[in-house]
């Protein structure tokens, strides 16, 4: 060597003159003869540019360049090279491309997960509109109770999928907290394993909220994953759920929440928990300290987000080798949560007499609206995409009562026909059945009052009371 600018002696920590006359391998990579390859050497035998990325031992990614400074033979009389650090550069190349990776697996996931929600919906359909005309002792009944059970975990998967693509309606209901632990808690079970002990300890009282329970179940899931992850030879799982007062005190210390009465959902493990960096960065999609395969990063992320459309809020404590706990806060509402969420066999919707424009593209899953509407005594008009809707709606305007959407037409989207709609009618009420929750949907701009959504798969049932409902309001 030399000569070597600044930037290269503070590298190695040391003064220039210290390192000049000495060689870059012994120097850089503690040889002592060249490394192989070299694009020093390649240089000096070839008179041309060279280039090398090199990994050094402590973990740093160097782009090598050599540019030979030619004599008046043309031969290499002087190489000059010059060494990036392109670590950060690799990371961000790297964590781009995994986001780019999920969210297209998020893009098919989703889109996937539409097309089948579509076909569960005949599915689920036909099968209920045959039990509901079957004798009571039909030996046959049974065939179709398994079917529809089948079809049932199908649709429960179709979620998953659309959790992942973040692209499901949340659906909030009244509900008890404790009702949720109690139905997710054999699954959690499964998730932790059987070296890990898991204790609940749900509150002596109803915690009533306003939840979408899928979701929140997809909490406590991510959650108890983690744990697992986090202690490998065995530990403790603790699921524990309380009613807490939050003054003003207590948000103003933390930044945040409203002061008010809360469920608390506290989930703690006895793994290997975590420093503060770790810490500050876990919410973070993609934040992983997994090894490649094994961790997502995307856990927290979607518990974090779940938390944010509930109006709670999540906080971590945790310390290296002391275990972790989360604290989960959800307002508390003042209604008591409905009785129940089965439907009873016989407790059949209520008919109606009203007119209903019905708009979907997918023509077995317009018969079978149709079919189920009628039945239970409603006329129906059909319209096979959202421009054939307006055009049926300003047809008819005189008849219809209500508008029963899909959300994903070709043409116009329900959405925007029922816009259309509401200019030449504007109170005219709809129901809007949708498969994910369209990017395109800006709820907070529907006029709340006046529509109501249903999620595929849709049973009869379902169709029937939200239908009765919306027109009863
Ligand atoms: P992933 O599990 O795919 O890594 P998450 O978003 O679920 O992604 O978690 C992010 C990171 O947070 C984990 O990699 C881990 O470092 C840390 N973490 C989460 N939960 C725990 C826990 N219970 N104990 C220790 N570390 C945890
Ligand atoms: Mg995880």
Partial sequence: MIWANKGAADGLGKKLEDIVGLHCYTLWHGRTEPCDPCPVLDSFSTGRPAGLVVTTPDGRTWDLRTIPLLDDRGDAATVIEVGRDITEHRRLEAQYLQAQKMEAIGHLAGGVAHDFNNILSAIIGYGHLTLMNMREDDPLRLNIENILEASDRAAYLTQELLLFGRKQVTERKPLDLNDVLLKVKKFLLRVIGADVEFETFPFSSPLPILADSHQLEQVLMNLATNARDAMPKGGTFTVATEQVALGADFCSAHGYGKPGAYALLTASDTGKGMNEETCKRIFEPFFTTKEVGKGTGLGLAVVYGIIKRHEGFINVYSEPNKGTRFKIYLPLVAREPREGVAMQADDMPARGTETILLAEDDPSLRQLAKTVLTTFGYS?????????????????????????????????????????????????????VSGYAEDALDKDSLPEHDVLFIQKPVTPIDLLRKVRELLDR
């Avoid at 029963?404 to 259309?420: I, Q, R, S, T, W």
């Fill in 380 to 432: 129906v008009l059909e319209a096979n995409d959202g421009k054939d809707a307006v055009e049926k709606f300003i047809a008819n305007r005189d008849r219809i009562q209500l508008l029963l959407f899909d959300l994903v037409m070709p043409k116009m989207n329900g959405k925007e026909a029922f816009d259309e709609v509401r200019k030449i009618n504007a109170c005219i009420k709809a129901v809007f």
